[in-house]
């Protein structure tokens, strides 16, 4: 049977051509939700992978989301809201009963149903985890302990570890008996009897290893692991830097309790820069599935800083009212300085954020970065300052104008891209996310730097004040 993409139904496939679900078939599910053919929705949802599970929940209404959950019953995959918007997955788990979802719980690996768990409020999680098996229980519970953002939260507890006396031969059959395995692994760990991590043994040097030679004569004895208590950003880091598929998550004590892979690695690098950019946008942890309540929420604290720095902008310019009053073209002229800065403070912003995020800013680098965004605001302002001091001069038959322009903008392109670095290192070494306010004080200081600049210069070289 076709699955994914290939999936369909008899007049029409899950998805079109360009990737989109189709809306034929959305309605014919749909018109089975309405008329409660339990028997029709499970059989075109049967054959669909996870992630397209959860893509028809976010295309259905909430009313129809409960629905087909409610449908499948038993057959509904609950890996499937791990790939919806946060409060779609609130959403529907807060409709189930809590023995449902600990039943769909316990089909999960340990990561997909801490994901599930974590958000739930503190007596639901407690009545889902009693009614799972002792040992399952323990496992989530013991993930659920460790802080939120971490490695421990995002780490699988299920891995092959065997002492470094065993042979290949030994590991094998190990392997072939026990039922207990993990589905998917890329190494296995070579451990003392404190689960202490000795070296580790990727598959396809075990595979190419005759049966007699002991684990611990090829096993690496060097090798990379991630603290449980680490963010869950510094360990995508390391699969970064070490070019890893999967590593060992240990606690405080160093003993080995879960392993990392890299598809759970994919989702925290997209998670992060999702996150970053949002910041960046004042917009918080919004997805496109929030209510309007929500979103107005989300979004009204940064528009409320925003109007301050607005107030300050307009208070700088209310400072030179006579200034402007005297030559009209002073007003028409005041923004293309004030947007030049802002798009030159952003550019550097943006470059230093994601640096830092990155961590590729460190030690002396600091400094270099500096004069090299000075020096490139020196040579953009000298760049643009001529171009705009050509346009205006021409536009108004006024050389003088233009060289004041030209002036304002060389300032202004200069405090663009060192206060686009500065505000940024800043932030970080005051423990602020520079991703949240960066953009408001570097756009209030190009704006104030601008107008300030431009008005003033005005009024000292045609003698306005």
Same mark, same amino acid.
């Given at each position: ?10 007049d ?21 939700? +309405? =008329? ?30 409960? $629905? ?6 038993d057959?509904?995959? &609950? ?5 919806v ?9 807060? =409709?189930l ?41 323990l ?9 939120? @953002? ?22 094998i @059959? ?6 207990d ?7 296995? &760990?070579?451990?003392?009897?404190? &689960? ?25 004895t ?8 680490? @963010? ?19 606690? +405080? %004590? ?11 690695? *994919? ?36 528009? =409320?800083?925003?109007?301050?720095? $607005?107030?300050?902008?307009? &208070? ?22 004030? %947007? ?12 230093? *954020? ?27 302002? =000298? ?24 002036? $304002? ?19 970080d ?7 949240i ?29």
């Open positions: 049977m076709a699955t994914g993409p290939e999936a369909g139904m008899d029409g496939a899950f998805r079109t051509a360009e990737g989109r679900i189709s809306l034929l078939w959305l309605e014919r599910l749909r018109a089975y939700l +309405e =008329a409660g053919r339990d028997e029709d929705v499970a059989l075109v949802m049967e054959p669909l992978h996870s992630a397209d599970i959860g893509d028809v929940l976010e295309q259905l209404e909430p009313a129809e989301r409960i $629905a087909l959950v409610v449908m499948l019953g057959r509904f995959d &609950y890996s499937a809201l791990t790939e918007d946060e409060s779609i997955r609130l959403e529907i788990m807060e =409709a009963p809590n023995a449902d979802i600990a039943r769909g719980v316990a089909e999960l690996s340990n990561d997909d149903a801490v994901f599930l768990l974590e958000d739930l409020e503190p007596e639901d999680q407690h009545e889902i985890l009693s009614a799972l098996p002792t040992f399952e229980r496992k989530l519970k013991r993930s659920l302990d460790f802080p939120e @953002d971490s490695a421990g939260r995002r780490m699988q507890t299920d891995f092959i570890a065997i002492p470094p006396f065993w042979t290949v031969g030994q590991t @059959d190990y392997l072939r008996a026990e039922q395995l993990p589905e998917e692994f890329y190494q296995i &760990y070579v451990v003392d009897a404190g &689960y202490t991590v000795l070296g580790t043994l990727p598959l396809d040097k075990f595979l190419r290893t005759p049966r007699s030679v002991k684990i611990d004569t090829i096993m690496n060097t090798f990379v692991l991630v603290k449980a208590e680490e @963010d869950q950003e510094e360990a995508a880091r390391s699969f970064e830097r070490y070019d890893l598929v999967e590593v060992g998550v240990v606690d +405080e %004590s160093g003993r080995l309790v879960g392993v990392l892979t890299i598809d759970d690695i *994919v989702d925290v690098i997209q998670e992060e820069a999702e996150e970053d950019i949002r910041l960046m946008a004042g917009v918080g942890d919004e997805d496109v599935s929030d209510t309007t309540v929500d979103t107005v929420k989300s979004r009204a604290p940064w528009l =409320a800083v925003n109007l301050v720095t $607005a107030v300050l902008v307009s &208070y700088v310019i209310g400072l030179f009212n006579a200034t402007i009053e005297q030559m009209v073209a002073l007003a028409v002229l005041m923004p293309i300085v004030a %947007s030049m800065g802002g798009n030159a403070g952003a550019q550097t912003m943006t470059v230093t *954020v994601r640096a830092l995020a990155t961590r590729e800013i460190e030690g002396g680098r600091v400094r270099r970065l500096i004069r090299r965004e000075m020096v490139v605001g020196i040579f953009n302002g =000298a760049i643009f300052a001529i171009l705009i001091g050509l346009i205006t001069w021409l536009r108004f038959t006024n050389a003088g104008l233009g060289v004041v322009i030209g002036l $304002a903008m060389i300032i202004n392109m200069i405090v663009a891209g060192t206060f686009g670095i500065l505000i940024p290192l800043t932030l070494k005051l423990k602020a996310d520079p991703a306010a960066s953009a408001v004080f570097v756009t209030t200081v190009t704006d104030v730097v601008g107008f300030f600049a431009f008005l003033g210069i005005a009024g000292l070289w045609f003698g306005l004040f």
